[in-house]
């Protein structure tokens, strides 16, 4: 089966533009995830979504994050007025809920977004 | 907050040679413990998980061990290959969230 798809792989923008970046989960996953890694770095945490509504949105870094999941499968991070270090790889996961301690985040191949 | 160690950060070895990549974290009320390989440019790929009432598991030439109350847990790979060149990811999920707490990484290359 297919598994977390990302698009798009790279953005190239402008610092002061809008981005949005799409995550495909897997089909049935109720739990869906967004991360950033930086460079060098392990994967920071951004929000979860739990269905549609955001579940845990304690990671995102100021308000112009912003993401969305209105039918409770694609989700979309959204960052208005991008600064040179938003640059990173944008990263999304999803779960089946239910699995207790054997729940397993799938990861996708990221979004390499370069602000300059 | 759970903070998680990954030591060392980079590895270079000979393959055939058994691989010792260590993680620790701050917090020992875990609900469970995932390791993690990323290739370049990729996603990542989850190797194993240990669930908060295990010691260890074991998946094919990988092992993974975990004590709670020191707050490690230590991933061993057997007779290296140049394939399992990769940086390897632990991270920590506690039990009063869903988020996963990531190590910054041990970057591994094995040498043919």
């Known amino acids: 089966g297919a598994g977390v798809s990302q698009t798009p792989s790279n953005k190239v923008t402008e610092k002061g533009k809008y981005v949005e970046l799409r995550c495909d989960p897997i089909?049935?996953?109720?739990?869906l995830y967004w991360y950033r890694q930086s460079l060098g770095q392990g994967p920071e945490f951004l929000i979860y979504?739990?269905?549609?509504?955001?579940?845990?949105d304690s990671g995102l870094p100021n308000d112009r994050f912003f993401a969305v999941r209105p039918e409770g499968s694609v989700s979309t991070l959204k960052i208005q007025r991008t600064e040179r270090g938003d640059s990173a790889v944008y990263l999304c996961?999803?779960?089946?809920?239910?699995?207790?301690?054997?729940?397993?985040?799938?990861f996708g191949p990221g979004t390499r977004l370069l602000v300059l | 907050k759970q903070e998680v160690t990954q030591i060392p950060a980079a590895l270079s070895v000979p393959e055939g040679e058994n691989l010792v990549l260590n993680c620790s974290f701050t917090?020992?009320?875990?609900?469970?413990l995932q390791w993690f390989r990323q290739d370049p440019g990729k996603g990542l790929t989850s190797l194993l998980l240990?669930?908060?009432?295990?010691r260890e598991q074991t998946s094919g030439r990988l092992n993974a061990s975990l004590d709670k109350s020191s707050g490690r847990s230590t991933l061993y790979i057997a007779a290296s290959q140049p394939g399992d060149s990769a940086t390897y990811l632990c991270?920590?999920?506690?039990?009063?969230?869903?988020?996963?707490?990531f190590g910054a990484g041990t970057t591994v290359t094995v040498r043919a």
């Open positions: 991270a920590v999920r506690n039990p009063y969230d869903y988020k996963l707490s």
């Open positions: 089909s049935g996953h109720t739990a």
């Open positions: 996961a999803s779960s089946s809920l239910g699995a207790g301690e054997q729940e397993t985040q799938y």
């Open positions: 240990i669930q908060s009432s295990q």
């Open positions: 917090d020992s009320a875990i609900y469970n």
């Open positions: 979504f739990q269905g549609t509504g955001a579940a845990d």
